[in-house]
């Protein structure tokens, strides 16, 4: 292949810094394997000071609800999530049989896909040193412990194995079946893919060494791969997150011309504290620098557009989920880059977009890389100094305390306690739907209104029925005696007391514990209920 990226053999720490090869003989091996070792202290150390909160927990909660493995698509339904971390979860508490599994998975998917990248990709190893350091790889998709981490891996793997599509079709086409069950970003993104894979294939290099009934094989199985995300995210009309069923064809055109007049609106995340003009003019010179091979320079406009339509219309992106497009921009240039230029193009044009090529590569990718190691530092680093959830200062109170290691708890709001199967084991009671359960149920059938009283009451017919203690857990601080004696927050819940209720509250209740000390939302006041 003409590849693109450099190569050299040069010995000394310069050179291996400049060549692509990161293992190509035994010092780089073992230079490359410091750098990963080093990574991954640096990442347990981070995931041992992280606290995790309710999504991440969520998760596993959604993993071990059915009896059965095959029950987890109903069990996902309104969750706006693939099957595929789900799974993953499953199948590692199985093995391990504690909750650590979450952190202890998410740090090896991660070192994997890093892994994969520093072997593979065909960039110069200072330039993937400086993405293995950003915020993507090393904390939103290892630390924060939401399955992102498992698409890093598979775009990766997507990457490397594409050399090998004429030998191992099957095997390319089952990782992005794979991919498009790992989130619904990275399902929107495996069209564009399989597009320009059969494009590659059968248009550009008119490849007759692999049959056409191989070729539409592939594409069923990455079709059904697609077709089963999307059977299992796609929510119904009971879902509260999302207003994607309410959604008219001129909101959808409307949205998808915003993207293409402004196509890093939805992309502020990734690209921190850059203005939006100069975001424009950088994602152009992107799709630019990749028309050097022009169904490479297509598929990137149309991945922006595409997902940016998607942040527009259907849900807003945080850095997890927009971290998604770099993962899918990385995947773009490793391809272009290991194929090398087309032959057809010649002379002035041919220099020309290899130049447009290089600075997009050197200085637009590495800004981007570099920023993120900039935006990333201090995020992980007060993840290290603050709690980001009292969840953990909760469940350590729990288990100190013998007479409340068998309590139920209730709280209000319900979901804020979504964190602390991970780090006590009592049962958790939700009031507006009436069940034990880890999680509650973001559907519109859920009770919306919720009193004081009402509260108060559950407490008291758990206690009575269950024969164990009850511990009411708030996250509404001071509630006061003076009007307005409402509170509204997330999924449309409120909740409501009266002068009555906060007397009849404090005389059958007595405050045992508080937590305060997290940075989000997840604080807390225990109470013990009495008769």
Not at 268 to 291: H, T
């Amino acid at each position: 292949m003409n590849s693109l990226a450099p190569y050299h053999l040069n010995t000394g720490f310069i050179d291996y810094l400049r060549s692509s090869q990161s293992f190509a003989d035994k010092r780089r091996s073992i230079a490359s394997g410091v750098v990963l070792l080093l990574w991954l202290a640096v990442a347990i150390f981070l995931s041992a000071k992280h606290e995790v909160w309710r999504d991440e927990v969520r998760a596993l909660s959604i993993a071990l609800e059915p009896d059965y493995f095959w029950q987890l698509p109903l069990a996902l339904k309104n969750e706006g999530h693939p099957i595929l971390w789900y799974l993953i979860l499953r199948t590692g508490f199985f093995v391990f049989r504690t909750p650590v599994v979450l952190k202890i998975v998410s740090v090896g998917i991660g070192l994997a896909g890093v892994t994969v990248f520093l072997r593979y990709a065909p960039f110069p190893t200072w330039q993937k040193l400086l993405f293995m350091w950003g915020i993507l790889p090393l904390y939103e998709y290892t630390i924060m412990v939401r399955g992102y981490g498992v698409s890093m891996l598979l775009f990766f793997a997507f990457a490397a194995l594409y050399l090998h599509r004429r030998k191992r079709p099957f095997l390319l086409a089952g990782v992005l079946a794979i991919l498009a069950n790992s989130d619904v970003h990275s399902c929107l993104l495996v069209g564009v893919l399989a597009a320009f894979w059969f494009w590659d294939g059968v248009v550009m290099e008119h490849d007759l060494s692999v049959r056409k009934s191989t070729v539409l094989a592939c594409l069923v199985l990455v079709g059904v791969g697609i077709l089963g995300a999307v059977a299992t995210f796609f929510p119904t009309q009971e879902t509260i997150v999302t207003k994607v069923l309410s959604l008219n064809t001129t909101q959808v055109i409307e949205s998808f011309w915003t993207n293409i007049k402004h196509p890093s609106q939805n992309f502020r995340e990734v690209f921190p504290r850059v203005a939006v003009s100069y975001r424009d003019i950088m994602l152009w010179l992107l799709v630019a620098g990749l028309l050097i091979r022009p169904h490479a320079a297509v598929s990137l406009w149309g991945g922006i557009v595409l997902l940016g339509t998607f942040f527009t219309a259907v849900f807003h992106g945080f850095l997890r989920h927009q971290g998604i497009f770099i993962l899918f921009l990385i995947s773009l240039y490793w391809l272009v880059r290991q194929e090398g230029q087309p032959l057809e193009i010649k002379g002035k044009l041919k220099q020309g977009l290899y130049w447009l090529h290089q600075v997009a590569v050197y200085v637009v990718l590495s800004a981007v890389f570099i920023s993120m190691i900039r935006f990333g530092v201090p995020k992980a680093w007060q993840d290290v100094t603050h709690q980001k959830s009292s969840s953990q200062a909760l469940g350590q109170f729990l288990n100190a305390h013998p007479e409340y290691q068998s309590a139920i708890i209730i709280g209000e709001p319900d979901y804020v306690l979504e964190s602390l199967p991970y780090y006590a084991p009592n049962r958790l009671y939700i009031p507006r739907e009436k069940t034990f359960r880890n999680r509650v149920m973001l559907v519109k059938s859920a009770q919306v209104n919720f009193s004081l009283g009402q509260l108060l009451n559950t407490a008291r017919q758990l206690q009575n029925s269950e024969q164990k203690p009850v511990l009411i857990v708030l996250g509404h601080f001071d509630l006061s005696a003076q009007p307005p004696f409402k509170k509204s927050y997330s999924f449309n819940k409120i909740f409501t007391w009266s002068v009555e209720e906060l007397a009849d509250f404090k005389a059958r209740t007595v405050k045992i514990a508080e937590f305060r000390a997290a940075t989000l939302d997840e604080n807390y006041e225990v109470y013990l209920f009495i008769q």
